[in-house]
């Protein structure tokens, strides 16, 4: 009988979703180390260390929230210094990239451009919809704006990640600007910017009132320290608001998520101000610190919540990973991502997480 449900559903499934292979997100790569009932420490995700508290009240909980909050839509607009209508409020970024995709590029027909490496779901989210993928690799971290140029007129979206994951490093505004100009007259460009809060004043807000074709992508999940929450917002003319709001679900935002949100965002600002300070810092001494370690062939300069570097050899890398693994610590490996041989990426925790990273990479915990 499974075997036959199995047969159905490969039959009346989309093609190309059966052999799929779904995003690895940090928690989908250790879901087993979870269930093995020792205590982990989570570098893996580019979250925040430490838990907010927050009261919550369960009035109204039996009626449908509004579409879009009005405290969660105003607080953002206070945070950012856009109108309402410039905001939609999503389930985290990742829904915002999927939306735009879904909106902008007919299945099977049109292309999204992305600059690998990159934050992984700008492709997953393509792929799920039928979109097609130009890939315009980075060149020493940066743009290549003379390669981008002779795609246009043929993508519809294209995708820059700054500061990047999992590089870390911001792209500069003037190749953004020059991105925006080149597909000014025939594609979106979208400037996601998950880790704005580390380097605040790089972002590319301003550009929204010069151009028609920019998107900016925010999340609560990385400088907020709410990644469980779930909430992200897209910013961009009215326009596009009003086409994205045709595709998102009606109620994408519950009460309890438009509350908490909305505390961690007026309330909760300094709180926010803070975490990022003491990461930067701990980030700064990291960097240090792997510049300093003979296995380590090279570290990435960091303008967001993680850093990555490279091993010398695909074995370091290995033997690396797998005694933070055997001493509970969980990091992302990077390396089968192009130009990321031997590559890892540490997600910047409290001092305290860091230290005991350091003590297990150094031997003195399980060797
Ligand atoms: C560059 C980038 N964009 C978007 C996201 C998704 O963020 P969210 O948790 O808001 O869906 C992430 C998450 O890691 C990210 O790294």
Known sequence: MPNLITNLITKLARAELVDMVPY??????????????????????????????YQISSDNINRYPDFQPDNLLNAYSNYCGLERSQILATRGADEGIELIIRSFCRAYQDNILICPPTYGMYAISAENHGAGIVKV????????????????????????????????????????IQAIELFKDNAIVVV????????PEQ???SLLKAYDNVIVLRTLSKAFALAGLRCGFTLASSDIITLLSKVIAPYPISAPVAEIASLALSTDLDKMTKRVQDCNKIKANLSTWLNEQDWCSEVFASDANFILFRCISQSEKTRIFDLLVKNNILIRDQSKQMQLENCLRI??????????LKEALLGNLRP
């Open 203 to 205: 972002t590319s807000v």
């Open 192 to 199: 996601d910017e998950a880790y704005i809060e580390f380097s």
């Open 347 to 356: 997600s910047i925790g409290n001092e305290q997480e860091i230290t005991q």
């Open 137 to 176: 690799p980075l060149v020493n971290n940066q743009l290549n704006l003379t390669s981008l140029q002779s795609h246009i007129g043929k993508v519809k979206v294209v995708f820059l990640c700054s500061p990047g994951n999992p590089t870390g490093n911001l792209l500069p505004k003037e190749q953004i």
């Open 24 to 53: 690895q997100s940090a928690r989908r790569l250790f879901s087993s180390a979870e269930a093995s009932g020792e205590e982990k420490l989570w570098l893996n995700a580019n979250e925040a260390p430490g838990t907010g508290e």
